[in-house]
């Protein structure tokens, strides 16, 4: 089960790619919607629309990758509270252990 940390990392990481998409996403759809201006006519707008089903699929991925991140933040938490509880009960199985063979030691004396 990998560790918290690497979870927040592979977090960071899904929000960072998140992240780069999104720009590079608004500068493609500002750069087609500039053609506008100069590309008149069907073929102008055929190449816009055919770019919009793009835009819709990529902004798609994106609220997956939202998720993603959401989700992996959220199994941060389940995990270090399974790591917190599973360090008390070991410690707890040590404390009891400790106190028998104080027990048994003081009753050989």
Same mark, same amino acid.
């Given at each position: 089960?990998?560790?918290? !940390?690497?979870?927040?990392?592979? @977090?960071? /990481?899904?929000?960072? !790619? &998140?992240?780069?998409? *999104?720009?590079? @996403? ?19 707008? !055929?190449?816009?629309?055919?770019? &919009?089903?793009?835009? @819709? %699929?990529?902004? =798609?991925? $994106? &609220?997956?990758? %939202?998720? $993603?991140? &959401? =989700? $992996? ?7 270090? *509270?399974?790591? %917190?509880?599973? *360090? ?6 040590? =404390?009891? /252990? ?8 003081? !009753?050989?004396?």
């Amino acid at each position: 089960m990998p560790t918290p !940390a690497e979870l927040r990392n592979k @977090a960071t /990481a899904v929000n960072t !790619a &998140s992240g780069n998409i *999104r720009r590079e @996403a608004n500068a493609y759809r500002n750069q087609m919607n500039g053609t506008a201006d100069w590309w008149q006519g069907d073929a102008g707008n !055929a190449i816009r629309q055919s770019y &919009s089903a793009i835009h @819709a %699929d990529v902004d =798609r991925l $994106l &609220s997956k990758l %939202d998720t $993603l991140k &959401s =989700r $992996l933040n959220g199994l941060v938490g389940e995990v270090q *509270r399974a790591d %917190d509880e599973r *360090r008390r009960k070991a410690e707890e199985a040590r =404390r009891l /252990a400790e106190e028998k063979r104080r027990r048994e030691a003081a !009753a050989r004396k």
